[in-house]
């Protein structure tokens, strides 16, 4: 059964507007972190962001947040003040006990 | 820091040959991981290895693949034989304290695989 659910395939976002990226989980399990990852043309792996499942706030780290809605598994990507550098792949990924399990991605294209 | 190296970057071979992928992770991380890329399927683990100890090869497709970790700093994914459905990218990735979930693992910047 699938895990991860990054519903968006495309977006599509001007320069220094903010954006949301929409990730949905599944997990019988009460301990998991989510992770997200840019993916840039050139094919490396960036971590960007991580949300345990025990975490209080949403977190973040510069200008990206995490909203982090646990009843509703949801744990979306922000970015705000969008840059032409945010254009790439961004996948939403989960670990339970083992290794990541990742969504489909979403292909964020940032205009001028 | 030097980051997670993969080696070859990029590999073209043909069909029933040995595949051999190299990972050196970042030093003082004690759990490693290596992943596979396609199109059709994603990316998807293939086997996680924890102090050099294989604890999850769930994810290996079948007996032509096989990972070894033989000590803290290096490890080897091998295909034997190689086929074309095997063309993806293959990703290595280290983290510290790997057993914890809230630990991010850090790629390798992928070897791309090429069958023909």
């Known amino acids: 059964a699938q895990k991860i659910t990054q519903t968006q395939p495309g977006m599509f976002v001007q320069e220094k507007e903010a954006v949301t990226l929409d990730c949905t989980y599944d997990?019988?399990?009460?301990?998991?972190?989510l992770f997200w990852y840019k993916q840039p043309s050139s094919g490396e792996m960036i971590f960007l962001i991580y949300q345990g499942s025990y975490d209080q706030q949403n977190a973040t780290e510069g200008r990206y947040s995490l909203n982090f809605q646990k009843a509703r598994k949801s744990a979306n990507l922000v970015i705000s003040a969008s840059q032409l550098g945010d254009s790439a792949m961004y996948f939403c990924a989960m670990r339970e006990s083992s290794g990541l399990i990742f969504g489909k991605g979403t292909t964020l294209s940032v205009s001028s | 820091d030097a980051g997670v190296i993969q080696s070859p970057r990029h590999e073209v071979t043909e069909m029933g040959q040995e595949v051999t992928l190299r990972c050196k992770p970042i030093s003082g991380h004690n759990s490693l991981f290596w992943y596979r890329q396609t199109m059709m399927r994603g990316l998807e683990l293939l086997i996680y290895?924890?102090?050099?100890?294989?604890?999850?090869d769930s994810g290996m497709p079948e007996d032509r693949f096989s990972a070894k970790m033989p000590n803290a700093s290096f490890s080897t994914l091998k295909i034997q034989p190689s086929e074309p459905r095997d063309s993806a990218v293959y990703f290595c990735?280290?983290?510290?304290?790997?057993?914890?979930?809230?630990?991010?693992?850090?790629f390798g910047d992928g070897t791309r695989l090429s069958i023909l």
């Open positions: 990735a280290s983290s510290p304290q790997g057993a914890r979930v809230s630990q991010p693992q850090h």
């Open positions: 997990t019988s399990d009460p301990s998991y972190g």
């Open positions: 290895f924890n102090n050099n100890v294989p604890i999850d």
